[in-house]
C-alpha cells in the first residue's frame, strides 16, 4: 500500500469515527489536527493505517480537550 493510501485509509477511518461520535469539530482544524498526528507518525515509521488512525483520535481528543481546558481558565 502506498503512503497516500494509507494515509487516506487512516484519515477516513479517524475522521469517521470522531464524527459517528460527535466528537468532530469544526472541519478545517479537525483535518489538520488530525492529519499531523498521521504525519508524525509516518516519520517514525508507522504504517499500519488502524494505528495510525487510533493514534490520531487519541490525539485529537488530547488537543481539544486541552484547548477546551484553556478556554475554560481564561474564560
Same mark, same amino acid.
Not at 9 to 35: M, R
Given at each position: &500500500? +502506498?503512503? /497516500?493510501?494509507? @494515509?487516506? +485509509? !487512516? ?14 469539530? *469544526? *472541519?478545517?482544524?479537525?483535518?489538520? $489536527? $488530525?492529519?499531523?498526528?498521521?504525519? !508524525?507518525? %509516518?516519520?517514525?515509521?508507522? /504504517?499500519? *493505517?488502524? &494505528? %495510525?488512525?487510533?493514534? !490520531? $483520535?487519541?490525539?485529537? /481528543?488530547? @488537543?481539544?480537550?486541552? +484547548?477546551?481546558?484553556?478556554?475554560? /481558565? %481564561?474564560?
Amino acid at each position: &500500500m +502506498s503512503i /497516500r493510501c494509507t @494515509v487516506e +485509509s !487512516a484519515f477516513f477511518i479517524a475522521w469517521s469515527f470522531l464524527e459517528k461520535t460527535g466528537e468532530l469539530g *469544526p *472541519p478545517d482544524s479537525s483535518a489538520n $489536527i $488530525i492529519l499531523d498526528a498521521i504525519e !508524525a507518525q %509516518l516519520r517514525t515509521g508507522e /504504517r499500519r *493505517p488502524l &494505528m %495510525l488512525a487510533n493514534k !490520531a $483520535i487519541d490525539t485529537y /481528543r488530547y @488537543v481539544t480537550r486541552l +484547548s477546551a481546558a484553556r478556554e475554560t /481558565r %481564561l474564560g
